[in-house]
Each structure stands twice: as structure tokens, then as C-alpha cells.
């Protein structure tokens, strides 16, 4: 996810080609609707009053209102689009790594399943093949489909259970 966000966020990023820049934005918008719920359930676990829980909250807002917006049709305007979701995803990942140190017990399954599904795409020298343009090669790795098939039998358990 931080690779991504690099992507347009490096100082000495070179700026994509407008098919780049649309995979690149597809990526992000991915990567925020996955570690939104995630790190809405961390903050969840902590106190009403508590700090980090606020800011966690305020940056999954401010994620979900970048998602909502549509860039103008113009290259610079999509590039500046595409930074902010790169600044979210950034902002979500570093909530992640603070909230969650001592991962809570009090996830209910699907979130559980979400986290570990997440926890091993992030490690997966699989999951985070990228090819010669920086875009993830989309391999096929059979831990990452187990772990989807037990977030999505979760999903569907939570749905009618």
C-alpha cells in the first residue's frame, strides 16, 4: 500500500502516463476500501474519549470523503486526486501500525478474517509483485485466494447468521 502511495508522493516521483495514473488511482481506491474497516474496528476497541481514537476516526472520514469525490477530466487535476488518496492511504496504514501492536481479540470474525487476509498481502513477496511499470502483477498465490475464500465465508456467515 505505502508503495503505491510512494508512487506520487516521492519527491523525486516521475508523473504517470494517464493509463498509470488510472491503475494507480483503481489501486488506491482499493487499497482505502480495504484498511477503512480495519482501521475503524482497531479505533473502535478503544475509549470514546481517547485521542487516537479520534484521529483515527477524522482520517477514515477524510479517506472516505476523497473516495467520494471525482476528479475533473484533466491530467493535473487526477494527479492531484489520486496524491490525496495516496495521502489517506498513508494516513490509514500509520493508524494501523499504531493501533494495532497489540492486535485486539475483540474483532468479531469477519474483521479477523479481513486483518489476516491483509496482514499476509502485505508480506507476500507473492501478493506484492509488481511489474516493470510499478504495477502489481496480480500472481497468483494460493495462501492470499485461502485467506480471501475464509474473509468472504466470514462475510457471508456475518451477512446471514
Known amino acids: 500500500m505505502r508503495e503505491a502511495a510512494c508512487r506520487l508522493l516521492a519527491e523525486d516521483a516521475e508523473l504517470p502516463t494517464e493509463d498509470e495514473l488510472e491503475t494507480l488511482t483503481l489501486q488506491l481506491r482499493g487499497h482505502l476500501m480495504l484498511v477503512i474497516p480495519v482501521v475503524e474496528a482497531l479505533a473502535e476497541r478503544l475509549p470514546e474519549d481517547d485521542a487516537p481514537r479520534a484521529c483515527a476516526y477524522s482520517a477514515v472520514a477524510q479517506a472516505r470523503t476523497r473516495l467520494s469525490h471525482r476528479p475533473w477530466p484533466i491530467l493535473p487535476r487526477q494527479v492531484q486526486h489520486a496524491q490525496r488518496l495516496a495521502r489517506s492511504v498513508n494516513a490509514l496504514c500509520d493508524h494501523y501500525e499504531n493501533l494495532s501492536s497489540d492486535c485486539p481479540a475483540v474483532l468479531d470474525?469477519?474483521?479477523?478474517?479481513?486483518?489476516?487476509?491483509?496482514?499476509?498481502?502485505?508480506?507476500?513477496?507473492?501478493?506484492?509483485?509488481t511489474d516493470d511499470a510499478g504495477?502489481?502483477?496480480?500472481?497468483?498465490?494460493?495462501?492470499?485466494?485461502?485467506?480471501?475464500?475464509?474473509?468472504?465465508?466470514?462475510r457471508s456467515a456475518g451477512a446471514w447468521g
Open 135 to 154: 504495477v502489481n502483477a496480480n500472481l497468483p498465490c494460493p495462501a492470499a485466494k485461502e485467506l480471501h475464500e475464509a474473509y468472504r465465508d466470514a
Open 109 to 129: 470474525e469477519q474483521q479477523a478474517a479481513l486483518l489476516r487476509w491483509w496482514n499476509h498481502c502485505l508480506v507476500c513477496e507473492t501478493c506484492m509483485a
